[in-house]
């Protein structure tokens, strides 16, 4: 049984967004698939615009269906493993942003506190950190974001930052101030 070409057939080698979308989903869906459908296929290895052509290439794009809807698996290295879905992109922005923002509530003075500790790794005791005292570290112990790692010769409890003290400071810097380490 022979199939009519289908409109993907009837493309240029490189065709436009709109072009494709009309393509695959029809006139009255191609908005919504560029709008949604799209970030989430390119996620998936599905082909990018060629800078030189202006337009994604067409036979990538039927080899990228063929093995999406699993029709043609040979031209996939079997190194490879199969693509993983992104479904960040289906969650709502503001969902995305609630995970970037700070979880443990810090006073301003905590925040402070532990951000000095985290610039000067060798301020460790509260004879070392002026200004701050046993309420202080006692409370960002509570929070998990510092914790004793033993004594010193004189009795003094040495105090470390951990990993959930570090990832929160992060979690602060991008929240207020934009800045990101990776």
Same mark, same amino acid.
Do not use: C, G, Q
């Given at each position: 049984m022979t199939f009519p070409p +289908? %409109? #993907? /057939?009837? #493309? !240029? &080698?490189?065709?436009?967004d709109d072009e494709i979308a009309v393509a695959i989903v029809g006139k009255a869906n191609a908005t919504n698939w560029k709008r949604g459908a799209l970030k989430a296929m390119e996620a998936c290895g599905f082909p990018k615009v060629d800078a030189l052509h202006g337009g994604r290439p067409v036979p990538l794009i039927k080899?990228? *269906?063929?093995? *999406?809807? &699993? %029709? /043609? @698996?040979? *031209?996939? !290295? +079997?190194? #490879? $493993? /199969?693509?993983? $879905?992104? &479904?960040?992109v289906l969650r709502p922005k503001r969902e995305i942003r609630a995970d970037r923002k700070p979880k443990l509530n810090l006073d301003t003075r905590c925040q402070t506190v532990l951000r000095h500790m985290i610039a000067n790794p060798s301020a @460790?005791?509260?004879? /070392? %950190?002026k200004g701050v005292g046993d309420v202080t570290l006692k409370k960002l112990e509570s929070h998990g974001v510092i914790e004793v790692t033993g004594t010193d010769a004189q009795k003094n409890s040495l105090w470390a930052i951990t990993e959930v003290g570090r990832q929160e400071v992060k979690r602060i810097d991008y929240w207020y101030f934009g800045k990101s380490d990776g």
């Open positions: +289908s %409109l #993907l /057939d009837k #493309l !240029p &080698l490189f065709a436009s080899k990228w *269906y063929s093995s *999406y809807m &699993l %029709l /043609d @698996r040979s *031209y996939i !290295p +079997s190194t #490879l $493993e /199969d693509p993983k $879905e992104n &479904l960040d @460790r005791t509260v004879h /070392d %950190l």
